[in-house]
T-cell receptor, first 112, second 115 residues
């Protein structure tokens, strides 16, 4: 079955630097991949969606890449701010069974 | 536009008791999901509705969990009897899509503690 790996350890980044989070999967490439932000005590909030035929997607300071050869998606936040501190979840949509599979998330801490 | 509403936000019960969670999705969203999120883990799908029909309930522990979506709008998730391992946040989400899953809109969640 499909497995998703996100860094389980928190990622500490200095304010102003670029934060890069990784989402690796093990088996078949998903039809598309989503990234969500989750703050403590809140539900996840959608950020970006990238399809399997897209290499890169951008939205303001956010950039997502998708490499089906490496079976990996990278999520970048440029010019990071303390307000970007949160847990970031990736979710893969498998069109083989129409299921959305979630990673455990990576906690990002931006230090002033 | 109002978001996904969930209640209660917090619930503490003893094992073997029952509990019910309520969800009101975004108006017009045909698809509704119930997820279970245990601390430090990603959301796990319990059940997915398309209007008032069940699309996927393969991971719902049917011996103790039940869910319904009357008239294709509000939904209720019930646990009876609760076990210690049911302690988690129960997230409700909705989306406009049919078939292919697009952006999900989540509620704030209902945190359940089973003692």
């Amino acid at each position: 079955s499909q497995k998703i790996e996100q860094n389980s350890e928190a990622l500490n980044i200095q304010e102003g630097k670029t934060a890069t989070l990784t989402c690796n999967y093990t088996n078949y490439s998903p039809a598309y991949l989503q990234w969500y932000r989750q703050d403590p005590g809140r539900g996840p909030v959608f950020l970006l969606l990238i399809r399997e035929n897209e290499k890169e997607k951008r939205k303001e300071r956010l950039k997502v890449t998708f490499d089906t050869t490496l079976k990996q998606s990278l999520f970048h936040i440029t010019a990071s701010q303390p307000a970007d501190s949160a847990t970031y979840l990736c979710a893969l949509f498998m069109d083989s069974n129409y299921q959305l599979i979630w990673g455990a998330g990576t906690k990002l801490i931006i230090k002033p | 536009e109002a978001g996904v509403a969930q209640s209660p936000r917090y619930k503490i019960i003893e094992k073997r008791q029952s509990v019910a969670f309520w969800c009101n999705p975004i108006s017009g969203h045909a698809t509704l999901y119930w997820y279970q999120q245990i601390l430090g883990q990603g959301p796990k799908l319990l059940i997915q509705f398309q209007n008032n029909g069940v699309v996927d309930d393969s991971q719902l522990p049917k011996d103790r969990f039940s869910a319904e979506r009357l008239k294709g709008v509000d939904s209720t998730l019930k646990i009876q009897p609760a076990k210690l391992e049911d302690s988690a946040v129960y997230l409700c989400a909705s989306s406009t899509g049919t078939g292919v899953v697009g952006e999900l809109f989540f509620g704030e969640g209902s945190r359940l503690t089973v003692l």
